[in-house]
Every structure is written in structure tokens, then in C-alpha cells.
């Protein structure tokens, strides 16, 4: 078993923030797609497992993990995917992630970068969702989730102010939100609305929750920049 698996992805990622995150939370695998590589080498985290094509990943990088010369990475293995391929590395290493039975995934370095290598990564979030594993993709500003029932977020566990709710299937049936700011109840929300976003936390509660009867919600907690 993989345990909790911080994933490092081949898209922007913040190094100041991939190393705060890191450090803020307890993980027992570090797998890295493609040029997240590149990302733990710079900020000296040690690598179990990387796999994609390479083609982004700096080649003196790759050569070194490759080879054993990066401390604390001496002994991570290591795939290499050809070019072209059917699905996108960070599906493939998603798949593997489960296959290997991981109890928690966090994915940094999916949301920078190209926009429709970010919406893939967040429908690819249905892999973990179909699994019951808890997965989510993270950036200094968002936590981005995917849920199919019901969620409880304690104010202290909050990523950020706000909590928006957006439909990935073309309806989610009977959502309904208690301590929030706003509040709906046996609600259906549908494609093409934007009816849920920039919720608070009700002043006088100390838990949002969220539940739904059908269908699949983008859950997002963001916050403004400083």
C-alpha cells in the first residue's frame, strides 16, 4: 500500500508553495509525473516513484534520479510512457496510484499552466471518486474536489473563505447546504448554471455541510490572493 501519496504533476507549480504544502502535511509516498520531477529535484524532496514520456523533465534531472544520484531518491523507481499515448501521463499515474492502493492522494502542479490539461485533471478525479479514495488537486489560491454524497468541512479545515459547488454530471439532485453563509435545500443543480459559488461560513457555525442525492459536484475552496 501507497498510504497518503503527494503527487507532483508535469504542470506550473508554485515552488514556495509546493514546499509549504509538503511540509504541512504527513505523507508516506511521493510520486511524481513527468516533469514534477523537476519540481521535487529543486526543492530536495525525496522521490519514490516518476513515471510519463520525459519530454518536459530537464534530461541532467532525469539522468540523475535515473541513476541513483539524487540523495534521498537513491533507490525510486521509475516508468517511462511513450509520447504518444491515449490518455495524459497524470491519468496514467493516477490509475497506477490506485492500483497500488492508496489510502489519500494530493495533487499539486495541475492546475497551471494549459487549460485543457486543467479540466482533465479534474475530470480525471473521478478515477479516486469511483474508488472511495479521497483525492484532491491543490494550489496556493484553490482546493478542488469531487464528491457523489456527503461532505463535512469544519471552519478550521477550510482551504480558504469562499466554497463554490459546481455540476461535473449535467444535474446533481437534492443538494442541499447547511452552515453557510447562503443556504439551499433539495436543490438541483445543473450544467450551465452558476448557482452555488463564492459561499461563506455562517458566522455562528463552525461546519459547512453538503449533501446531495444524484450526480457528481465540483467542490471548491479558494481564496483571494494576498
Same mark, same amino acid.
Not at 505523507?27 to 522521490?47: E, F, K, M, R, W
Not at 518536459?56 to 531518491?73: C, D, F, Q, T, W
Given at each position: 500500500?501507497? !498510504?497518503? #501519496?503527494?503527487?507532483?504533476? !508535469? @504542470? &506550473?507549480?508554485e515552488?514556495?508553495?509546493?514546499?509549504? =504544502?509538503?511540509?504541512? *502535511? %504527513?505523507?508516506?509516498?511521493?510520486?511524481?509525473?513527468?516533469? $514534477?520531477?523537476? &519540481?521535487?529535484?529543486?526543492?530536495?524532496?525525496?522521490?519514490?516513484?516518476? *513515471? @510519463?514520456?520525459?519530454?518536459?523533465?530537464?534530461?541532467?534531472?532525469?539522468?540523475? =534520479?535515473?541513476?541513483?544520484?539524487?540523495?534521498g531518491? %537513491?533507490?525510486?523507481?521509475?516508468?517511462?510512457? +511513450?509520447?504518444?499515448?491515449?490518455y495524459?501521463? &497524470?491519468?496514467?499515474?493516477?490509475?497506477?496510484?490506485?492500483?497500488?492502493?492508496?489510502?489519500?492522494?494530493?495533487? /499539486? $502542479?495541475?492546475?497551471g499552466g494549459r487549460l485543457?490539461h486543467?479540466?482533465?485533471? #479534474?475530470?480525471?478525479?473521478?478515477? +479516486?471518486?469511483?474508488?472511495? #479514495? +479521497?483525492?484532491y488537486?491543490?494550489? +496556493?489560491?484553490?482546493?478542488?474536489? /469531487?464528491?457523489?454524497?456527503?461532505?463535512?468541512?469544519?471552519?478550521e479545515?477550510? =482551504?480558504?473563505?469562499?466554497?463554490?459547488?459546481?455540476?461535473l &454530471?449535467?444535474?446533481?439532485? $437534492?443538494?442541499? /447546504?447547511? @452552515?453557510?453563509? =447562503?443556504?439551499?435545500?433539495?436543490?438541483?443543480?445543473?450544467? !450551465?448554471?452558476?448557482?452555488?459559488?463564492?459561499?461563506?461560513?455562517?458566522?455562528n457555525?463552525?461546519m459547512?455541510?453538503?449533501?446531495?442525492?444524484? @450526480?457528481? /459536484?465540483?467542490?471548491? %475552496?479558494?481564496?483571494?490572493?494576498?
Amino acid at each position: 500500500m501507497l !498510504g497518503k #501519496v503527494l503527487l507532483l504533476t !508535469g @504542470g &506550473t507549480a508554485e515552488l514556495d508553495f509546493v514546499q509549504q =504544502y509538503a511540509a504541512s *502535511m %504527513e505523507y508516506q509516498t511521493v510520486v511524481c509525473a513527468d516533469s $514534477g520531477l523537476n &519540481t521535487a529535484y529543486h526543492l530536495g524532496i525525496p522521490v519514490h516513484y516518476f *513515471m @510519463g514520456d520525459f519530454d518536459s523533465v530537464a534530461p541532467e534531472i532525469l539522468e540523475a =534520479y535515473k541513476n541513483g544520484e539524487v540523495s534521498g531518491s %537513491e533507490k525510486c523507481e521509475w516508468v517511462r510512457y +511513450p509520447r504518444e499515448k491515449d490518455y495524459v501521463d &497524470t491519468q496514467l499515474v493516477i490509475q497506477w496510484i490506485l492500483e497500488k492502493r492508496a489510502s489519500e492522494i494530493h495533487i /499539486l $502542479g495541475a492546475t497551471g499552466g494549459r487549460l485543457d490539461h486543467f479540466l482533465a485533471n #479534474v475530470n480525471i478525479l473521478m478515477l +479516486p471518486l469511483k474508488k472511495k #479514495v +479521497p483525492a484532491y488537486i491543490a494550489d +496556493p489560491q484553490n482546493r478542488i474536489r /469531487l464528491i457523489d454524497g456527503t461532505l463535512q468541512i469544519s471552519r478550521e479545515e477550510l =482551504y480558504g473563505k469562499y466554497l463554490s459547488l459546481l455540476p461535473l &454530471t449535467t444535474q446533481v439532485t $437534492g443538494v442541499t /447546504l447547511q @452552515g453557510l453563509k =447562503y443556504i439551499i435545500k433539495d436543490y438541483t443543480l445543473e450544467v !450551465g448554471i452558476a448557482r452555488a459559488i463564492s459561499n461563506e461560513m455562517d458566522e455562528n457555525s463552525d461546519m459547512a455541510r453538503i449533501e446531495l442525492k444524484s @450526480g457528481v /459536484l465540483i467542490v471548491v %475552496e479558494s481564496k483571494d490572493r494576498a
